[in-house]
C-alpha cells in the first residue's frame, strides 16, 4: 500500500543549513550551583521494603515482571 505524504519532497538544493556563528552574551546560559546538590538528598537504604502491590504496579505485573527478567536485574 502506498502512503501519501502531506507535504511536497524538498530536494536537498533547498536544505536549510545552519549557519556558524557565536551566540551573544546576552542569549547565554549561566548556571550558578551554590552549595552541594548531593548533600540534600535523603540516604537509600540497601535493603528496600517488601513490596506493596499499588494502583498500576499490582502483584501480577511484578510476578510477570520478575519472571520475565529474572532476579539479578536490579
Known amino acids: ?3 501519501q505524504s502531506k507535504k511536497k519532497y524538498k530536494p536537498v538544493a533547498q536544505k536549510v ?13 549561566e548556571r550558578h550551583i551554590t552549595g552541594d546538590p548531593l548533600a540534600t538528598m535523603p540516604k537509600l ?8 502491590p499499588t494502583g498500576r504496579y ?6 510477570a515482571f520478575d519472571k520475565a527478567h529474572g532476579d539479578d536485574f536490579l
Not at 17 to 29: N, Q, S, Y
Not at 45 to 52: D, E, G, R
Open 17 to 29: 543549513r545552519a549557519v556558524l556563528g557565536t551566540c551573544p552574551e546576552k542569549f547565554r546560559i
Open 58 to 63: 499490582t502483584q501480577e505485573r511484578k510476578e
Open 45 to 52: 537504604s540497601p535493603t528496600p521494603p517488601p513490596f506493596v
Open 1 to 3: 500500500a502506498y502512503i
